[in-house]
Nanobody, 114 residues
Framework: VQLQASGGGMVQAGGSLRLTCTAS????????MGWYRQAPGKQREMVAL???????QYADSVKDRFLISRDNAKIMVTLQMNRLKPEDTAVYFC?????????WGRGTLVTVSS
């Protein structure tokens, strides 16, 4: 499985960004897709996940601000990030879980200035 992410960048606090990630390759069997992030000096943490059936999970820190969605026909997941905060600054990684294995995309940097 190969994952191609796009949409990172720099925004002021309170602004919005959208991340997208598209899977290709051995896509049969992909269930959960979503995003993790890693801030400087911190461990990678789950941001949001969505199952093939559309069940969503969010980190408490992003609930009510971020929205994850998925297009199964395009094998694409989107993360709409609203009311961004400086503490959301991190490298965001797309993940796809396929038959028990995790596949990661290259990170995309999100920087939120105060």
């Amino acid at each position: 499985v190969q994952l191609q992410a796009s949409g990172g960048g720099m925004v002021q606090a309170g602004g919005s960004l959208r991340l997208t990630c598209t899977a290709s390759g051995s896509i049969f069997g992909i269930n959960d897709m979503g995003w993790y992030r890693q801030a400087p000096g911190k461990q990678r943490e789950m941001v949001a996940l969505i199952s093939f059936a559309g069940i969503q999970q969010y980190a408490d820190s992003v609930k009510d601000r971020f929205l994850i969605s998925r297009d199964n026909a395009k094998i694409m997941v989107t993360l709409q990030m609203n009311r961004l905060k400086p503490e959301d600054t991190a490298v965001y990684f797309c993940i796809a879980q396929n038959l028990g294995d995790d596949f990661w995309g290259r990170g995309t940097l999100v920087t939120v200035s105060s």
